[in-house]
């Protein structure tokens, strides 16, 4: 559930820097702030990070369906606000492992 939460924010990023006019390139998730990450995963509604999904394969499919059950069932014991703090605290304490003071996603692998 984790990284589909994250690769649907990674995602997501990836559709506004295409709206603003910066195509997908090869380089733009490695450019992606870790900060801009950690934004998107705790503040942007969860419609937002479910639209405009490219064709997925089964698996992924079933991953995103799980997700979209925990944005509408509110009696999860596993919610979406919760998820989305864990990743939050997670690239927090990466970001703070780093050297760099504004880590991209480059500088963490």
């Known amino acids: 559930m984790l990284k589909t939460l994250l690769a649907l924010s990674i995602h997501a990023l990836v559709l506004d820097a295409a709206a603003e006019g910066r195509p997908c390139q ?4 490695r450019r992606i702030r870790l900060a801009d990450i950690e ?3 705790t503040k942007r509604p969860s419609h937002e990070l479910l639209a405009g999904l ?3 394969s089964e698996d992924e499919q079933l991953r995103v369906d799980a ?3 925990l944005v509408y069932d509110d009696a999860s014991a596993l919610s979406l606000g919760r998820l989305s703090q864990l990743i939050r605290i997670t690239l927090l ?3 703070a492992g780093l050297s ?4 991209v996603c480059a500088d963490v692998v």
């Open 26 to 29: 090869e380089d733009t998730i």
């Open 39 to 41: 934004d998107t995963v």
């Open 54 to 56: 490219p064709r997925l």
């Open 67 to 69: 997700l979209r059950v």
């Open 93 to 95: 304490n990466v970001a």
């Open 100 to 103: 760099t003071p504004d880590p």
